[in-house]
Every structure is written in structure tokens, then in C-alpha cells.
């Protein structure tokens, strides 16, 4: 697998309605990791948000990288004991390897994030 990267994105915290109103940057992956948080690979501004009690942070909280769809089912199917979205584009997120991850399936890819403090485990127990 290639070497976990660090990723800089941005927490937004917002009632679902909010989030679900947002216009995303352009490219940006919006991974909801709660009815009223998403973390999205891109910057965003509270001015984009619209809610007034929103609360928007840079994340520097995790590591990453893009492996091509057949490596990641291959590792993922070896080291994940859920069962894995069929549907492309997706978001899941548990554990893998025994470590907690977050997953984008892309239709040709999958972008793994690994909280950074599990970087180095995560890179041991999966080749």
C-alpha cells in the first residue's frame, strides 16, 4: 500500500439541515461522519454555512492516502470485518486492522484516513 500522507481538511459541525444545504467546493469529498458533523477534504469557511451556531475547524488529525480500488477490496477484505458498501461512491467508516478508519470508495479507488496517532500501527498491520 502506498505511504499514509497527511491530509488537511475541515470539520464542520451544523445541524443536518445546514450541512445538507452547504455548497461544497468543487472536488471536495464531504465525508458525514455524524447526522451533524462532515469532514470534507477542502476548505471551508463558516460564511459557507448556514448556520449560525455552526463551528468550522481545520483538521490536521489524520493521515492518508489513495489506493486503487482492487489493492484496497484485496487489504480490505483481509484486515476489515464488515461488510464493505457496494454502491460507488460511498463513505464507511470502523475498524480496520483493529484500527479505526474513514474510507471514500471512488469508483476507481478508495482514499483511506487513519487518525495520525495510528499511523505507524495501521502501516505495521497493513502491507
Request: charged share 20%; aromatic share 8%.
Amino acid at each position: 500500500m502506498r505511504a499514509l500522507e497527511p491530509i488537511v481538511c475541515t470539520r464542520v459541525v451544523a445541524t443536518p439541515a445546514a450541512l445538507d444545504a452547504v455548497s461544497w467546493p468543487m472536488g471536495a469529498i464531504v465525508l458525514r461522519v455524524a447526522p451533524d458533523e462532515a469532514l470534507v477534504t477542502a476548505e471551508v469557511t463558516t460564511a459557507t454555512v448556514p448556520d449560525p451556531h455552526a463551528i468550522v475547524e481545520r483538521e490536521t488529525g489524520f493521515v492518508a492516502a489513495w489506493v486503487e480500488s482492487r489493492r484496497a477490496l484485496e487489504l480490505l477484505e483481509q484486515f476489515c470485518t464488515w461488510e464493505l458498501p457496494h454502491a460507488r461512491p460511498a463513505f464507511a467508516q470502523g475498524a480496520v486492522a483493529g484500527l479505526p478508519v474513514k474510507l471514500w470508495f471512488d469508483a476507481d479507488r478508495v482514499l483511506i484516513l487513519v487518525p495520525a496517532p495510528f499511523a505507524t500501527d495501521f502501516a505495521e498491520r497493513v502491507p
